[in-house]
């Protein structure tokens, strides 16, 4: 899935979504504004593939994420990825804001964490107020507890 900054979609594919779709499916708008803006300031950074692939990374390989049982082997995955995102960046990138953009990053992914938090709260929610909506695959990434799940 690509956010669009020009339209202010979410482009999968031939499908599109735009905020209003959200809205329509349950979310709050009090996730939805901050997502938004989160999308069209991370599409400023102008970001590569393999950056994009590398934050990405990260977020998954967070140590303190929920359900996380091998709390050391994670954080070492976690700081060979943000080494490598920092490699990444002063060997492959030019200009003035270079400086600046792997700290950008960085805030980036702090403040897509806190979304992802309220996002599965959100999520949560949906599906106790409309049982079988939320695919089993969602219910076991946002759950706090992911054993209980078949």
């Given at each position: 899935m690509v956010f669009n900054a020009t339209t202010s979609n979410w482009e999968c594919g031939?499908?599109?979504?735009?905020?209003?779709d959200a809205l329509r499916a349950g979310f709050q708008p009090l996730l939805l504004e901050p997502?938004?803006?989160?999308?069209?300031?991370l599409r400023?950074?102008?970001l590569q593939e393999e950056e994009y692939a590398l934050i990405q990374a990260m977020s998954l390989f967070s140590p303190d994420r929920p359900g996380v049982q091998?709390?050391?082997a994670i954080d070492r995955v976690h700081e060979n990825l943000a080494l490598t995102l920092k490699t990444w960046i002063d060997c492959k990138k030019?200009?003035?804001?270079?400086?600046?953009?792997?700290?950008?990053?960085?805030?980036?992914?702090?403040?897509?964490r806190t979304m992802t938090e309220e996002y599965s709260k959100q999520i949560l929610q949906i599906q106790d107020m409309q049982p079988d909506t939320i695919s089993p695959?969602?219910?076991?990434?946002?759950?706090?507890?992911?054993?209980?799940?078949?």
């Open positions: 031939h499908i599109t979504y735009c905020i209003h997502i938004f803006k989160f999308h069209h300031n400023k950074l102008d091998q709390h050391a030019k200009g003035p804001n270079k400086r600046l953009l792997y700290p950008k990053m960085i805030a980036c992914l702090t403040e897509m695959l969602i219910m076991e990434v946002v759950s706090k507890n992911p054993c209980n799940h078949a």
